[in-house]
């Protein structure tokens, strides 16, 4: 049985808690929230007990904690939960930058605790089936991979707030991008760069308005990365897998389809199921991302920032 703490209640927090609370073997023992009036709205809304500290979330009677405050953050609440034995899951991305992961990582090494990270494309049915395809030769031999990513507004409207679209912690690069580097990492093997370049406002405290990239996997599989933000079209996400004999392409997060040679593509609907997040919690999965593997992604998040 999982006994979880909560340490931020902002949107992706919210997320989780209606997420465990369709779960039979978690159960969550307190919230915290710098903001009281959200701390107490979500309180009362999920009939969670409230904290009045980091430190009070941390000596309840928890088992895991889950970090989902701003990467600034993360690092130090880290560090605090590993020193008091508590499993930890943290949000995405590890930490504010390479230090401060390689901060967190050395801490649950030191202190011998589990980790997880929340990458939600790891647990979806759609995932799991485009990688066995991958893996199974389905569409032959792999040549390129590619994420293109469009965002009318960003931040988008629904994640409206002040440290999502800064350029100290926000930005598509930290928030979108991480979920397809892990991917592309399980599938693949580690990502070398060879050039990139990063689009920023005239605004010294806003986030990058465009991406390009190019590189490598550890298979000598070459890939291309495309982002950019504040354009006139719908919001779509597209990361698709060439190969010899087919395409694949995850669309929006969770749409499967497959192209074969004259053809038009076709959506995959049928899936098999796949243990939850919080299922490969309970049973302490090798599946799991950890610090060490989200600390390779932070490596990639802050190479491509670099101005």
């Known amino acids: 049985m999982i006994s979880i703490g909560i340490i931020g209640a902002g949107i992706v927090g919210e997320r989780i808690i209606k997420q465990i609370q369709q779960e039979s073997h978690v159960e ?13 709205e979500i309180s009362e809304a999920y009939g969670i007990p409230m904290a009045k500290s980091v430190e009070e979330v941390l000596h309840s009677d928890i088992n895991w904690v ?3 405050t701003p990467p600034a953050f993360h690092a130090e609440i880290a560090e605090l939960a590993a020193s008091a034995g508590i499993n ?4 995405k991305p590890l930490a504010h ?11 649950v090494q030191n202190n011998r605790v589990r980790t997880a990270m929340h990458f939600p494309l790891m647990y979806k049915p759609a995932v799991r089936e485009m990688a ?5 030769g389905d569409i032959g031999k792999v040549v390129r991979v590619e ?9 988008r409207l629904w994640q409206q707030n002040p440290w999502i679209g800064s350029r100290s912690q926000g930005g598509f690069v930290r928030e979108v991008f991480p979920h397809y580097f892990q991917l592309m990492n399980r599938l693949f093997g580690e990502l070398s760069f060879t050039s990139h370049h990063i689009t920023y406002p005239e605004q010294a405290d806003k986030c990058e308005t465009g991406l390009i990239a190019h590189g490598v996997t550890a298979q000598e599989i070459p890939f291309l990365l495309t982002g950019i933000s504040g354009i006139g079209q719908k919001e779509l996400l597209q990361f698709k897998v060439y190969g010899e004999q087919g395409v694949l392409t995850l669309e929006n997060w969770s749409n499967l389809y497959e192209s074969k040679k004259g053809e ?7 899936f098999e199921q796949v243990p939850s997040l919080f299922e490969e919690m309970n049973n302490q999965s090798t599946f799991l991302v950890n610090f060490d593997e989200g600390l390779v992604i932070q490596c990639y998040i802050d190479h491509l920032l670099a101005e």
């Open 264 to 270: 038009d593509r076709q959506e995959i609907t049928e």
């Open 132 to 136: 066995k395809r991958i893996k199974g």
């Open 97 to 107: 930058n390479v230090e401060g992961g390689e901060l967190m990582a050395a801490s």
């Open 28 to 40: 969550i023992k307190t919230v915290y929230d710098q903001q009281t009036e959200r701390l107490t």
């Open 147 to 155: 994420l293109q990513t469009f965002f009318p507004d960003w931040p």
């Open 88 to 91: 930890i899951l943290c949000e």
């Open 66 to 68: 889950y970090i989902a």
